[in-house]
């Protein structure tokens, strides 16, 4: 019966997308751009806080020179909802509009707040041990009062949509954070930006990263961008193709609070294919050569999922779920008697023999890790006997 109410949310969440920018600030399992195919525990929270700034100096036609300063801020909010479903909500809560320095009358120069992201990401499939996929629907409603900003990739006065298909290849699966991992996302994203939808604008979004963990420090490298398959209208300002690089970052301070920082670096977006109505806007660049990108991760504990948010890289701490659930099947205290164990894997046969299994295999893991652990330990104190032996 879940599977059936699942397919039928993301048939729904299709269909009404369908008749609707390109995703940012996604939050959730992922890095600065890029997303992972793996989804968030069941019941489990994350807040992340984005923030993008750069600036451009230009010089127009009449030798005037001025430079524009660029802000934009966003919070991204995800939840495990199931274990292959996680739901995300994103509030652009500040974008500026790169009219700062414009001698122009009273024109307003920032919106507050700007769009709406919202998605719906069904991953954590694998293909053998180390390749996982999933895809997401994403939709972005328009809530700012302006659309097409200056030095900022297209987006349409109309509802868009976005279909992104997830890959990732985790060198170390049951710890996907103490390895290499790389990511791909392919994204199709209809603007809605025409009356007739075979009109519209339509974009090929692209995401590549790789990351690199240790102990408190992740780095890593992203390369994303997008290409048009139909162009929007010659007046529009950023209809040019452009490709990104973002070498990063990523500092932990406890295992629930992280740090990233980034730098993205254009590639390719040069090329000049606008032409805008208003003369004064002729002399922008299509896009920044360079911005800077921030990101705040914060996992708090939920009332169905305890998040270790406060505990030392160093530690050896991990989530859990909650067992109040399992107490409404009829559990004992905090641990399963063995018929309300049996029931519930029975009961949730496409998932919870599947989590049984991935948790057996955790703890060989553990058992594994534990004992090469106790060997170096071992061969540390053979090594100091014998020096402290020796004449």
């Known amino acids: 019966m879940k599977r059936i109410i699942i397919c039928l949310a ?32 069941p019941g489990a929270l994350d807040f992340s806080f984005y923030a993008r700034g750069y600036f451009v100096s230009l010089t127009t036609a009449g030798d005037e020179e001025w430079t524009l300063y660029n802000g934009c801020s966003a919070l991204a909010t995800t939840f495990g909802f199931t274990r292959r479903v996680e739901l995300g909500f994103t509030q652009i809560l500040y974008q500026d509009l790169n009219l700062t320095h414009r001698k122009s009358g009273d024109q307003i120069a920032y919106i507050i707040p700007g769009d709406t992201y919202l998605r719906f990401k069904v991953g954590g499939y694998s293909i053998g041990s180390k390749i996982f996929w999933g895809f997401m629907p ?131 977006g040069d090329e000049e ?30 009332a169905f999922y305890v998040s270790p948010t406060f505990v030392k890289v160093e530690e050896a701490a991990a989530g859990r779920e909650r067992w109040s659930a ?32 991935l948790d057996l295999e955790k703890i060989r893991q553990e058992r594994i890790k534990a004992e090469e652990e106790l060997k170096k330990l071992k061969r540390k104190l053979e090594e100091k006997q014998r020096k402290s032996a020796a004449p």
Do not use: C
């Open 326 to 357: 399992a107490r409404a099947r009829g559990a004992t205290g905090d641990i399963f008697d063995r018929q309300s164990l049996f029931r519930w894997a029975i009961e949730e046969r496409g998932v919870g023999v599947e989590a049984i299994d």
């Open 10 to 41: 993301i048939t729904v969440a299709l269909a009404a997308a369908w008749p609707a920018s390109g995703a940012q600030f996604l939050g959730g399992k992922g890095f600065i751009h890029t997303n992972s195919a793996l989804v968030l525990p």
């Open 138 to 268: 994403i939709l972005r409603y328009r809530v700012g009062l302006y659309h097409d900003i200056h030095l900022e990739p297209y987006e349409s006065n109309g509802v868009e949509v976005e279909l992104v298909t997830l890959w990732s290849y985790y060198d170390k699966p049951l710890y996907p954070g103490e390895a290499l991992s790389i990511h791909l996302n392919l994204g199709f994203l209809h603007h809605n930006d025409q009356e007739e939808m075979g009109d519209a604008a339509q974009s090929m979004n692209f995401l590549l990263g790789a990351v690199y963990p240790m102990q408190r420090f992740d780095l890593g490298l992203e390369i994303y961008g997008s290409s048009f398959i139909t162009q929007p209208d010659t007046n529009v300002l950023g209809r040019e193709d452009w490709i990104y690089a973002t070498p990063f970052a990523r500092y932990k301070l406890f295992k629930g609070l992280y740090f990233t920082m980034g730098v993205d670096v254009l590639l390719q």
């Open 273 to 302: 294919t606008s032409w805008p109505s208003n003369e004064a806007l002729r002399d922008y660049p299509n896009y920044s050569n360079w911005r800077i990108t921030g990101r705040i991760n914060f996992a708090p504990s939920t």
